[in-house]
């Protein structure tokens, strides 16, 4: 009884909130947001914390009218997801706080924001509640409406309207997808009940209804070629927003396709290899774009894809292994997705939160301008360092466990001995493929780190940046704190997703979960050798301390190789960073220049510009030629949107005609 | 532990002995063998010059590094004896600490806004990049052959039997070899010996760097040397007694060094913007040794 007591609070909670935050004095309303979302975060964490220790949660509302029966379920994959919508929500609204500071004249709009925040939250957590697909549909469109009048906080400027705009259609097609499956699944089974899903899957061929579904969630996850809202949204959005979005929107995505796999039937080894390599696909695309682009939080955005697709490569592991009945890889690859979802909504969170700080202070997105903020801003250089690190797999935190489970799939993967060689060289392949990944991502955030903080400022900016608030950098400590905790202590989360997975998965394939014991203590020996390792790097630094203590230090200027006016433009640049990169792969990323030829006669050549840009392939290439061609079609129509209300009353009366005579005669 | 100790043991002469070739070849008398250690002590009793650019990044890079190498050494077994850590799937680990070292060492480089060091370090990302599948397809493939997913395990049961398993140990050879020019900036990737920026990749990074820390960044390549001539030696090494594999052991470091150092004699410097390609050739070589495992499993069908 406390649960659905809870449940209607989570449900109250936020129509208190939108009707209380705007009478609230100005100042106080940010604070009053994070306090409610804090009171939202309570209500609905404390049911699942219950369904993840064992107690799943059940409330049927019976007999509604449009709906039929609604069941509200939380069990323990939805509480994995609640908890981590919490924890990003909870830290971008206090983020939120300081970063909404300097909009503070727009008090209107400022309201609205925190309103939609609170909305936002609470549609999330419906979405992983509700198991009514009706229902489910709802709350995914208002989930996806206040997270779009969330992004176009801004929406004076053109082009985060057009952003916002992208986003908007993108979503929608993704819903016409979902209904159109929930819709089928009706039509076969009678009912809008997520369990009608696994009835359908029993007695119907699962690739299409598979297909539908992935194309629904996948627009939301951002896999290839579903993704390319990600990198306008991301950078159109106020940062705390962005990485709201990004640790959590698009993993409501992979929670409908864990949701949805877990309930397969048949095809299993068809669908589970070709999202695994739809995945690994997914993954180096979006980290070779966010290799080359310059706007920082577009390069996040591209990560974003590139961390789907590492999610998406251990949920295909665990579809194969539910296909060839092997519970080890099954495990391990949900486990692995399950545990790269909690991590990289944090580590993405932290990096939009101190890409945000940095945005704050300097007022724009371009790395190319900046540099040299490391001794500004070192909190900040620090907080987005170990980001970096964290999001680059890179031990002592968290982003190596996730993956190095992943790895421990693949190999177990190559392994199998009933595989025929074709499966095993799927495997081996996407195991380098992870492998470039992780390369790929160094050489992104190598570049993005140093081009942001290091080296001497490239540009004069307005005002002169400094260290931000301490109420933006508090979340940003906490969620190291964390991070540090899963890379330290990966066995006590490891053995929570096990728990997660022996209650979600059906038992007929889970024979015996004692074989994973093994599996917990090699967590624990990877903590303790992270730990290790830490203390070793801290140790090394020192010895080195203490025995040059007393050494001389000379402060001078940087070598350059013999010149002598070195100027801060003579930098290497982000772009010239991964240049070489680009050029090699220039088919899938490719560069528009935009510049005008020096003509002969030209004998005092004028100032003239030079503009490079990259493009992203599937959009230029593909959905941009596509909707040409459309609009090119459509404009043989457009006599009949003349503009004069004449023709418009005519048309009217032209239908109405057509109705009453097709009444008459009985043509209708 | 045995590992790590005969490691640092073969590191104090590994970089003196490919000198020495060199010279010899090139009809100099040359330097004794232990000159690069005695070089890198001399740094370790200077004092340093920092560029004003820099920033903490800068100080800490160094040892960062240093430590990345010591930890990712303690990963290498000995033959049957395990390194000081073990467990399954301990090669993912020693590629990623590597990984943490490399990753310091290139912001470290663009922490001092030149545009020669940006270079190398970008440079340096991208082939480490390239090489980083040929590593996990190698090791994923003689985790194939012998069912085993840790370093000590899979070398300790690997076993040369058939004709193709003699070809996949030279070709295997061959791999390692060429990952470890490729980490350790050596031809044919890169010339150590330029005397021109322009084409340098390692070097130019640590072009700032002095004393203490330019000491340990240049033991750091030292050690690596012997961590990857003993992953090298560890495929030869099988479960013969201690009392062989120590011989077998330094045989094959100094056997390594000399076929670098010839290497580096008879060799030029690959094209930069040939490098990545070649380098990315060692991942189809790696895929090559897979499809042999494959056959010899008779997984073709």
Known sequence: ??????????????????????LLPHPFRAKANFVFVLLIAAATSIPAVKALTGNAVDIVISKTLVFGNISLHIDSLSSWFILIINLTCINGAFYGIGYMKKYDQQRANLSMHWILFLLFQSSMLWVCIIQNGLFFLIAWEIMSISSLLLVIFEHHRHEILKAGMNYMVQMHIGVAFLSVAFIWVYSSEGSFDFSA???????????????????????????????????????????????????????????????????????????????????????????????????????????????????????????????????????????GALLHTLNHSLFKSLLFFSSGSVYQQTHTRDMEKLG????????????????????????????????????????????IPMLSGLHSTLMILSFAGLAIIGGLSLL????????????????????????????????????????????????????AVLHLITSVVPSVQLPDVSIFQTTITLMAEIGIYSFMFLCLLILVFLIRNILVRNRTVIINTTWGCGYIAPHSKMQYTGKSFSKTLGK????????????????????????????????????????????????????????????????????????????????????? | ????????????????????????????????????????????????????????????????????????????????????????????????????????????????????????????????????????ILMGSFALLTGKTSFQEIFASLHFGSSISYILGVLATFVLAMITMVENSRMPIDDPKTHLELTMVHEVMILDNSGFDLGMILYATNLKFAMYGALIANLFMGSFPLYLTIPIFFGIQILFAIAVGLLESFTARFRMNHNAQYIFVLSSVSLLIFFGVLLMLGRFN
């Open chain 1, 1 to 22: 009884m406390t649960d659905s007591l809870l449940l209607s609070l989570a449900l109250l909670l936020p129509i208190a909130g939108m009707i209380s935050i705007p």
């Open chain 1, 197 to 335: 899903i696994g009835n359908f899957f029993s007695h119907n061929q699962n690739v299409w209804l598979f297909l539908l579904f992935f194309a629904g969630f996948g627009i939301k996850a951002g896999f290839i070629p579903l993704h390319s809202w990600l990198p306008h949204a991301h950078p159109a959005a106020p940062s705390h927003i962005s990485g709201v979005m990004s640790g959590v929107i698009v993993k409501m995505g992979i929670y409908g396709i864990i949701r949805i796999a877990l309930m397969l039937k048949s095809d299993l080894i068809l669908i589970g290899e070709s999202l695994l390599i739809l995945s690994i696909l997914t993954g180096i695309y979006g980290i070779l774009n966010a290799a080359v682009h310059r706007d920082f939080k577009k390069m996040l955005a591209y990560c974003t894809i590139e961390n789907i697709g590492i999610i998406g490569a251990g949920i295909g592991l665990a579809i194969i292994g539910m296909g060839m009945n092997n519970s080890f890889l099954l495990v391990i690859g949900l486990s």
């Open chain 1, 372 to 415: 040299g903020l490391v001794h500004k801003m070192p909190q900040t250089a620090a907080l987005f360092l170990i980001g970096s690190l964290a999001i680059g797999g890179l031990p002592p935190f968290n982003g190596f466990v996730s993956e190095f489970i992943l790895y421990t799939g693949f190999l177990h993967g190559i392994k």
């Open chain 1, 444 to 495: 992104t955030f190598t570049k993005s780190f140093g081009t942001i903080f290091l080296g001497s400022p490239r540009r004069q900016l307005h005002h002169n940046p400094s260290e931000v608030s301490l109420v933006m950098r508090l979340p940003q400590f906490f969620i190291v704190a964390v991070m540090l905790s899963i890379g330290i202590f990966p066995q006590l989360y490891f053995s």
């Open chain 1, 584 to 668: 090699l792969l220039g088919f899938i990323v490719t560069e528009k220049k935009k510049y005008t030829e020096l003509k002969a006669e030209e004998i005092f050549p004028q100032a003239r510009k030079h503009s490079t840009h990259y493009t992203d392939f599937f959009e230029d290439n593909i959905f941009n030629k596509v909707i040409n061609r459309l609009i090119h079609g459509m404009g043989y129509f457009r006599f009949i949107q003349n503009g004069r209300i004449q023709m418009y009353v005519l048309y009217g009366v032209f239908f109405i005609m057509l109705i009453f005579l097709g009444t008459l005669f009985g043509f209708i």
């Open chain 2, 1 to 136: 532990m045995i590992s790590f100790i005969l490691i640092i043991l073969a590191s104090i002469f590994f970089t003196g002995i490919i000198i020495r070739t060199k010279s010899i070849v090139t009809g100099r008398k040359g330097p004794g063998i232990f000159q690069p250690v005695k070089d890198v002590i001399r740094l370790w009793k200077k004092g340093a010059v920092y560029s004003k650019t820099t920033s903490f990044i800068f100080q800490i890079a160094p040892s960062i590094y240093f430590a990345s190498v010591l930890m990712a050494i303690m990963v290498v077994p000995f033959g049957q004896y395990k390194g000081i850590i073990s467990f399954e799937g301990d090669f993912v680990f020693f590629a990623y600490v590597l990984a943490l070292g490399k990753f310091f060492s290139i912001i470290s480089a663009l922490d001092t806004g030149s545009s020669f060091e940006g270079m190398g370090a970008s440079r340096e990302a991208l082939y480490s990049m390239f090489a980083e599948p040929a590593f996990f």
